[in-house]
């Protein structure tokens, strides 16, 4: 067994495939296998150094360095890549060069292994995915929630500093900017080490395992539930509503719950269901209040109120950049009264037409 194993079947193979930066290229292609390998990653991760493992990483390093030469002699290619190294990569040409099994492990704990070295959005459906082209969302292009996102960025980045954060609800009409003020969360903080996972509804099933997964990592994972709303009947609520608060499992100090709605009970209701207040039996009450439970497990909501036409207006000459000329506000009026009604998304969806 080889700690750090080829990725593909030949060498020109893999390196073909490898996204390698700017100069000679078979030291990134090895460097590459060193930050992907996930088992010896998580291994160093979770538990100490034993004196063996490290003997064991120590000679793997010495079979690498070999390669290395026997590669250069074989294929004397010139760079490959055009890009500067990432700080991860330029961290594990120093271990693959002239460090030892403590550097492996220390390379680990502050840049992690895999896709995590490479990527700060992802997709989990049962399988965490990541995301090569993430939403370069930004709060300047929100216009009207000054508070809403004060409050939002508060409480992350308390969350980035690695003190107490509590998950968060932004819940309100539609179009109004939930989703983009998460998606920018990503792309202020990720410099700071916070990374987007967003949580597609097959993957609430499999939450357990997520938090598995991310907990031994050196990054602040935020989890998006985006559009979150539970029909009857749907177990998955409950599967979410230990996460927040109740789970036998720890959640991570590493990971923080934001979820976006259209609605504040995220569980849908009859008003059949709604108890008499002069009920003596209590199950009826007991109906309503574990449907309740779930919104109230989130320690921050966070209100989005709708737009009216003055803030529409507003918004869309954010978006242009230009103060409205009579013809321009006029076109803009009839295009949210067309149907699609005043809100941010509609403001974006005219100014990109213009």
């Not at 009857?232 to 590493?254: C, I, Q, S, T």
């Amino acid at each position: 067994m080889q700690l750090f194993p080829p990725l593909h079947q030949t060498p020109l193979a893999e390196l073909f495939h490898a996204r390698v930066p700017r100069g000679e290229p078979w030291a990134w292609v090895l460097c590459r296998r060193i930050l992907a390998d996930e088992t010896l990653a998580r291994r160093l991760l979770c538990e100490p150094l034993s004196p063996g493992l490290a003997d064991w990483i120590d000679q793997e390093l010495m079979r690498l360095r070999r390669e290395l030469g026997h590669l250069r002699k074989q294929y004397p290619f010139s760079e490959f890549g055009h890009l500067e190294p990432s700080p991860a990569e330029a961290a594990a040409l120093d271990v693959l060069q002239r460090g030892c099994s403590a550097d492996v492990q220390a390379l680990y704990r502050k840049y992690g292994y895999g896709i995590y070295v490479y990527h700060s959005a992802f997709v989990f459906d049962g399988q965490i995915g990541a995301v090569e082209r993430p939403d370069p969302a930004c709060f300047d292009d929100l216009v009207g929630y000054t508070r809403q996102i004060s409050t939002l960025r508060a409480n992350v980045e308390r969350f980035v500093a690695g003190k107490p954060a509590v998950p968060m609800l932004l819940y309100g009409a539609r179009g109004s900017g939930k989703s983009t003020s998460v998606k920018a969360l990503r792309t202020h903080y990720a410099q700071h080490g916070l990374r987007l996972v967003e949580v597609l509804s097959e993957g609430l099933d499999q939450l357990p395992t997520l938090m598995e997964t991310l907990a031994p990592l050196p990054f602040r994972f935020v989890l998006y539930l985006d559009d979150l709303a539970f029909s009857e009947g749907d177990e998955r609520f409950h599967r979410l509503k230990v996460l927040l608060e109740g789970a036998v499992y720890e959640r991570p100090a590493n990971v923080l719950v934001v979820a976006t709605s259209n609605r504040r009970n995220l569980v849908s209701q009859h008003w059949s269901e709604r108890p008499d207040p002069n009920a003596s039996d209590p199950a009826s009450w007991d109906t309503l209040q574990d449907k309740l439970a779930l919104a109230d497990r989130f320690g921050l909501v966070i209100t989005f109120p709708p737009f009216d036409q003055q803030l529409y207006l507003e918004a869309v000459a954010h978006l242009l950049g230009r103060a409205l000329d009579p013809e321009t506000r006029a076109a803009a009026l009839k295009f949210a009264l067309e149907g699609r009604g005043f809100s941010g998304r509609t403001a974006r969806h005219f100014a990109n037409q213009q």
